[in-house]
Nanobody
Framework: QVQLVESGGGLVQAGGSLRLSCAASGRTFSSYAMAWFRQAPGNEREFVAAIKWSGTTTYYADSVKGRFTMSRGNAKDTVYLQMNSLKPEDTAIYYC????????????????????WGQGTQVTVSS
C-alpha cells in the first residue's frame, strides 16, 4: 500500500522559513517523479515544485522560484520542500504526490498526472 505522509507545516510570519517533509512508502520511489502542490481555500490545487525520478532536476512554479527548494533524500523515499522568504499568499495546504508514469522524462505540472497523495500539511503565513 502506497503511503505519503507530510510534516513540517505551521504558522510563520512573513519573511520566515519552513521545511516540509514527505515520507513515502509502498513503491520504488526512485523510479517516479515526486511533486509538491498546494491548495488555498476557494482555489484549485496548484503546482509548486517537482523533482525528476532520477533526482537530477527540479522544477518550480514561477511564484516560488528563487524562494523554495525541493530536494530528495539519499534513500529516494523522502522529499523536502525548503520554503524561505514566505509570503501571506503562500498560505495553503501543501500536498506531496507521486507521479503515475514511471521514469517520465519531465515531471508533469498537472495534478491529474499524480496517482498517490499525502493528507496535506497546513502552512499559514501571517503578515
Amino acid at each position: 500500500q502506497v503511503q505519503l505522509v507530510e510534516s513540517g507545516g505551521g504558522l510563520v510570519q512573513a519573511g520566515g522559513s519552513l521545511r516540509l517533509s514527505c515520507a513515502a512508502s509502498g513503491r520504488t520511489f526512485s523510479s517516479y517523479a515526486m511533486a509538491w502542490f498546494r491548495q488555498a481555500p476557494g482555489n484549485e490545487r496548484e503546482f509548486v515544485a517537482a523533482i525528476k525520478w532520477s533526482g537530477t532536476t527540479t522544477y518550480y512554479a514561477d511564484s516560488v522560484k528563487g524562494r523554495f527548494t525541493m530536494s530528495r533524500g539519499n534513500a529516494k523515499d523522502t522529499v523536502y520542500l525548503q520554503m524561505n522568504s514566505l509570503k501571506p499568499e503562500d498560505t495553503a495546504i501543501y500536498y506531496c504526490a507521486t507521479e503515475s508514469l514511471r521514469q517520465r522524462n519531465k515531471p508533469s505540472q498537472s495534478p491529474t498526472a499524480y496517482d498517490y497523495w499525502g493528507q496535506g500539511t497546513q502552512v499559514t503565513v501571517s503578515s
